[in-house]
């Protein structure tokens, strides 16, 4: 047993502020659901979606965590339960199609062009994660390396459309957006680098106790990045377009707005 | 084991007693929003939001302490799993800065304060909670003090901030809430200067049961009035602003004043 009990702990309560601020992140989306207009709503109904599906997951990673060991006078000790390593890679088979959905449904591309792309992304988010689960639960690093670099490929074709074919979109946003629509496009890609970068760290010299850490935090913050900080992004997108576009908040101001359509 | 057993039943009750008023907080917020005008949903959301991750922490505080301790025919026993203080902390990282978004959210800044603000004192929120952590977990006096000190930098400038930056928005407020939005800066600053106190009774003579039944009777205490009666007074400003704005809360009334904008 390599993990310390200081280890076990800041692990357990790193799960359980991640089921804390993906629920509050999921109940914050949809309460305001109604503060954006309706063409955005699909958008931010989504990001919570993708926080309410993280919130279960940790519930679930929370608990499995707590079965795998236990902390008695100070000493660690493993009762023989394996921790369920698959809950990230099932939540993420979910939530991250999901999340590429959210951001091509906030940035309103021209008809035709929103599901197309949608299901291109989607597809690839799918095959990344399960690319990528063959060598999550390998303890040999030519394993993990073997599927880490299958699962590049999709992640690399994922980047470069959100780097090069989404950004071409953005100078169609209104230009009060604009900003704001390219913070979320970065922000997407530099958290979504984060996952592969917290996956090779068992197979860059870290070993035993901090290995895990380093993994179960890592994705722990990233999930919290990508997952939650993201949904906020995509939030606030949908309140500035939905002015930029003059949708008032008001049902009153809402009639008018949409009598004038 | 220095905690009698009645003080055990002292802090179990409180911890019972904080998960009621903030499940209950939460839901009279949330079920209310919409009698408050359009602009202060967001206000009123948030301080649902606080209480609701407050609800989950003390339900996860209330599991932890039951699980540390056992009394049988009036003996406490502890059971060797330690009490998780990490808990409060971790709710603190996401509480506080939250409930300084609601002051300012209510306050309704002019465009461009707002978010300015929110970031600042949010990003010294977070700050203060972390560097408190490593002296709450701390038995070493000089480590406490230490720690406390850092927090209590960041936590200055925020008090500072509320005294006499918010001071000066008070005066822009309309006539009728001005006492009201004073009231919740007063409460803020009050209840806030609870916490640095609270923890210091470890470190002034206190020791064993009487320390722990006063640190955590206490640190309840101070989250229950910064937390539900501040959420509670924040939908009190928002309700008498909407009057003043002319929001009446009937639908048929909100369409007028819709109408005459």
Redesign the interface.
Do not use: H, P, Q, R
């Given at each position: 047993m390599e993990l310390t009990a200081g280890q076990y702990?800041l692990i357990?309560?790193a799960f359980?502020?991640a089921?804390?601020?993906m629920?509050?992140a999921t109940?914050?989306l949809w309460?305001?659901r109604s503060?954006v207009a309706p063409q955005y709503r699909a958008a931010v109904t989504i990001s919570g979606l993708v926080t309410a599906i993280a919130f279960y997951h940790y519930w679930r990673i929370f608990g499995s965590w707590r079965e795998a060991y236990e902390?008695?006078?100070?000493v660690l000790t493993a009762t023989g339960v394996a921790f369920n390593d698959a809950y990230r890679y099932v939540d993420w088979l979910l939530t991250v199609p999901l999340l590429l959905i959210e951001l091509i449904l906030v940035m309103r591309l021209p008809h035709g062009e929103t599901g197309k792309k949608a299901i291109r992304l989607g597809f690839l988010a799918a095959l990344m994660v399960i690319l990528g689960y063959p060598g999550e639960v390998s303890s040999a690093s030519s394993t993990r390396w073997m599927w880490w670099v299958a699962s590049m490929i999709p992640f690399l074709i994922i980047l470069w459309e959100l780097a090069s074919g989404l950004k071409a979109s953005i100078a169609n946003q209104p230009a009060g957006v604009r900003s704001l629509v390219d913070k979320a496009r970065v922000l997407t890609i530099i958290s979504w680098c984060f996952y592969p970068l917290v996956f090779i760290f068992p197979m860059i010299g870290f070993t035993g106790g901090t290995a895990t850490t380093l993994v179960q935090v890592g994705y722990t913050i990233a999930d919290l990045v990508a997952k939650a900080v993201f949904g906020i992004l995509i939030y606030m997108i949908a309140v500035r377009k939905s002015e930029a576009e003059g949708w008032?908040?008001?049902?009153?101001?809402m009639?008018?707005a949409g009598a004038a359509d």
């Open positions: 702990t357990y309560n359980s502020f089921i804390a601020a629920g509050a109940l914050f309460l305001n503060s902390v008695k006078d100070g008032g908040v008001s049902s009153g101001e009639a008018m």
